[in-house]
């Protein structure tokens, strides 16, 4: 035992003194040590708080609203929301008509809209008829396509924006219940005196009445009662006549109104006058669904680096001396005879992981637009990737698998898969367009969301000149840089270590 250990320490001991005496093994081992703390930084602070930089989300505004007429004026509430929204910096919004608004949510230009309909202001006005008060509406669009995340963390800002609103209709429903409840008041007020007299003569009618009603069983009216009795009593009812006229001549409908309200309704109508209905341009079955475009890439991308990881990317064939048929040495092909020919080998590979991949997903009963064009889409993409981390690893060497690495930490956060790009800090804003991910993931969104041809074949053309570009330049550059990168390899191959 004392010996194994002995050995392994003086293995140990060896390990270091390589390391210390060869600045390539101490430069490649750096990277490897970094690699953790480089993928858990860049994503702990892409994702540190993601939810201050809402105002970078664009939401569109339309206002329909035709108002409403009341007392003579016409009251245009929705104009009132906007100046409101106006001095919300929750978020972006911009104030379009309608077909620019649906448009914008179409190409992904807004996240979101808002619709004010037509009838808003004479929805809240409706609280004038009394049991008739109806709830008003502001109509949400999404497009669930754009982002996963995205009409979650809206929804949650737009709850504020909502009890604003709430807030700013309730103190209008107060002032026209206020200003009804006044008109009433003056009403009572104007015609009090009117109740008071008819009152007054009434009773006098019945006075006489009860005197008289004794005197005129069985008897004629006329021969027992006094005609200016009569006359008295006539003129009586004439000013009873006209006092009811114009009591009659009063609303009093409007008088009461207010006692027919249920005032369960009415408080319930008071604390939330305005209801979000929201509608889903391209609703999305669950969150599995909406992350799948995201963790499709990422598969496809940690796929071709495990492949390149564990098979060679350089060819070598056995020959045999004439002379001696022991002893074989091996014969290195030329770089691009190499790089054509290993190429075919990975492509292979790739395609059967994207086969089995849609086979998987298709038995997690993945929401999928079209299962041909998902086929044709997952296998493109996936030789899209192979080829640009094949054309890196086969031209740097293992700097290229450091760069592959590299390039996913960038990815994870920087392609928009899971939290919409405005909300990620400025670095990874400006770098989102070179990164391949990024389109990857939205050609995916298309297929299996709702195809739009023209985002479809827009993004799958950007991802294509990406690929063909890294091609290129590998071709290019391969000869020139694989004398230096093999010289790299077998410095470390000489370590020992690799």
Request: proline content about 3%; glycine content about 6%; some cysteine.
């Amino acid at each position: 035992m004392s010996n194994i250990l002995k050995n392994g320490l003086n293995i140990f001991k060896n390990d270091i003194k390589t390391i210390v005496h060869s600045p390539f093994v101490l430069l490649v081992l750096i990277v490897i040590i970094l690699i953790p703390s480089l993928y858990a930084l860049i994503n702990i602070e892409a994702n540190w708080d993601p939810y201050n930089n809402l105002n970078q989300l664009k939401i569109a505004v339309v206002n329909n609203d035709v108002g409403y007429l009341t007392n003579g004026t016409n009251v245009n509430l929705g104009e009132n929301l906007v100046k409101e929204l106006k001095g919300n910096e929750g978020f972006k919004w911009e104030f379009v008509n309608y077909t620019t608004g649906m448009e914008g949510l179409e190409n992904e230009k807004y996240y979101s809209m808002i619709e004010i309909p037509n009838n808003f202001s004479a929805t809240v006005y409706s609280i004038e008829e009394g049991n008739n008060a109806k709830r008003s509406q502001i109509i949400f669009w999404d497009n669930e396509k754009i982002n996963p995340v995205s009409p979650r963390i809206i929804n949650s800002g737009l709850d504020q924006v909502q009890t604003g609103i709430n807030g700013q209709i309730s103190e209008t429903i107060a002032s026209i219940v206020s200003t009804k409840l006044h008109d009433v008041g003056v009403k009572a007020e104007d015609n009090e005196n009117d109740f008071i007299r008819i009152k007054t003569r009434l009773n006098q009618l019945n006075d006489i009445f009860n005197l008289l009603e004794p005197i005129l069983e069985g008897s004629n009216i006329t021969q027992i009662v006094p005609e200016e009795v009569l006359d008295r009593i006539e003129y009586l009812v004439r000013l009873v006549e006209i006092d009811t006229m114009k009591v009659n001549s009063i609303d009093y409908s409007e008088l009461t109104q207010l006692a027919n309200i249920n005032p369960e309704d009415v408080e319930y109508y008071i604390q939330s006058p305005v209801t979000l209905e929201k509608r889903s341009l391209h609703p999305i079955d669950n969150y599995g669904a909406s992350v799948s475009p995201f963790y499709i890439c990422l598969s496809l991308w940690i796929g071709s680096i495990v492949s390149l990881a564990m098979i060679s990317n350089r060819v070598q064939r056995k020959i045999k001396r004439k002379n001696d048929l022991k002893q074989e040495h091996y014969n290195e092909d030329g770089s691009l005879s190499v790089f054509f020919g290993r190429m075919g080998l990975f492509i292979t590979i790739n395609i059967f992981q994207s086969l089995v991949m849609t086979v998987g997903l298709i038995s997690l009963h993945l929401q999928i637009s079209s299962i041909p064009l998902f086929l044709v889409t997952i296998v493109y993409i996936g030789l899209c990737i192979i080829t640009i981390i094949y054309s890196l690893i086969s031209t740097f060497g293992n700097v290229g698998k450091v760069m592959t690495i590299v390039l996913l930490v960038l990815q994870i956060p920087g392609s928009g898969g899971i939290y919409p790009i405005e909300l990620m800090s400025q670095f990874f804003r400006i770098i989102t367009s070179i990164l391949p991910m990024t389109y990857a993931i939205k050609v995916f969104r298309e297929v299996i969301y709702g195809i739009s041809w023209n985002h479809y074949f827009y993004n799958l053309e950007i991802l294509s000149l990406i690929t063909i570009s890294v091609f290129i330049l590998a071709i290019l550059f391969k000869e020139k840089v694989d004398k230096y990168s093999k010289g790299f390899e077998n410095k470390l191959k000489e370590s020992g270590l690799f």
